[in-house]
């Protein structure tokens, strides 16, 4: 079973207010494997803002203390589904960009240029 994950979350938004400030053209909810968080449909980047424990960031992560036979193979399952998806994702052209959670909310601004740099990158090559 898949878990439902949250549309708009606080990272999300932090980050897309940024993507805005630096003019960077986007868009939210992508029909694309994984449902990344925000694509830049012109230059075929795709961004998934990730949960710094749902996907074991490597700055936040620490693994639970309790109930680890619940959690390991659960956040193993997290990571190996993520990898999969930007797999997918590369086949079908897309450049694949992970930020976290706590980089979205603690640096949107530093985020959101590195998606700006990619999608620079992406525009220069194709061009
Ligand atoms: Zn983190």
Redesign the pocket.
């Known amino acids: 079973m898949r878990s439902i994950r949250k549309m708009n979350t606080r990272p999300e938004r932090a980050l897309r207010h940024a993507l805005r400030s630096a003019g960077v053209r986007h868009r939210t909810y992508a029909d694309l494997p994984g449902t990344p968080d925000i694509i830049v449909p012109a230059s075929k980047v795709a961004v998934f803002v990730h949960g ?1 424990f749902w996907h074991a ?1 490597p ?2 992560y620490r693994p639970a203390k309790t109930r680890t036979e619940y959690w390991l193979p659960k956040i193993a399952r997290n990571k190996a589904r993520d990898a999969r998806n930007a797999r997918a994702l590369r086949r079908l052209g897309w450049a694949v960009l992970t930020i ?3 980089q979205a909310l603690e640096a949107p601004d530093a985020a959101a240029a590195r998606v700006a740099r990619a999608a620079q990158r992406r525009a220069a090559r194709n061009s």
């Open positions: 710094c960031c700055k936040h976290w959670e706590c």
